[in-house]
């Protein structure tokens, strides 16, 4: 059974997503509430919605992302991820802005400023997040 589950494909990203988003929480939630000298309860819901924004939006886009790979038949060069990733990050933003700037009651220029900060701590940690979870998935597979 636990073969199957660790093999399992919509199981492993069901996982995998769930611990990013967690772990990400944990991380962000204390650590810009200190920053933004706010409570934690008030910035950790605006996490919360943006994380299932995110995972919303990562759905949406993959789906529509595919389609148009079939459609013309794309391949997964370089260039086609460069725009791929670059697609998700404004499909995103343009979700996540207004619903910053309104949650946390700042400008649409303070919520684009900390969405850099945040699109930086997100490059660092979800690399540092995917080396260590494919470490755990090999270790627990062997």
């Given at each position: 059974?636990?073969?199957f589950?660790?093999n399992s494909?919509l199981?492993?990203?069901?996982?995998?997503?769930?611990?990013?988003?967690?772990?990400?929480?944990?991380?962000?939630?204390?650590?810009m509430?200190?920053?933004?000298?706010?409570s934690a309860v008030?910035?950790?819901?605006?996490a919360?919605?943006l994380?299932?924004?995110?995972?919303?939006?990562?759905?949406?886009?993959?789906h529509?992302?595919?389609w148009?790979?079939?459609?013309?038949?794309?391949?997964?060069?370089?260039?086609?991820?460069?725009?791929?990733?670059?697609?998700?990050?404004?499909?995103f933003?343009?979700?996540?802005?207004?619903?910053?700037?309104w949650?946390?009651r700042?400008?649409?220029?303070?919520?684009?400023?900390l969405?850099?900060?945040?699109?930086?701590?997100?490059?660092?940690y979800?690399?540092?997040?995917?080396?260590v979870?494919?470490?755990?998935?090999?270790?627990l597979?062997a």
């Amino acid at each position: 059974m636990r073969v199957f589950i660790l093999n399992s494909t919509l199981m492993r990203r069901i996982v995998h997503a769930v611990l990013f988003e967690i772990g990400a929480l944990l991380i962000l939630i204390p650590l810009m509430s200190a920053i933004l000298a706010t409570s934690a309860v008030h910035f950790g819901m605006l996490a919360l919605m943006l994380s299932g924004c995110a995972v919303a939006c990562n759905m949406l886009y993959q789906h529509a992302f595919e389609w148009l790979e079939v459609r013309y038949a794309w391949r997964r060069t370089v260039p086609v991820r460069i725009v791929h990733a670059l697609g998700f990050e404004l499909f995103f933003t343009l979700v996540a802005l207004p619903l910053t700037a309104w949650w946390l009651r700042m400008s649409l220029l303070d919520a684009f400023l900390l969405d850099l900060g945040l699109s930086v701590f997100f490059l660092v940690y979800t690399f540092c997040f995917n080396w260590v979870y494919d470490i755990g998935r090999r270790r627990l597979r062997a």
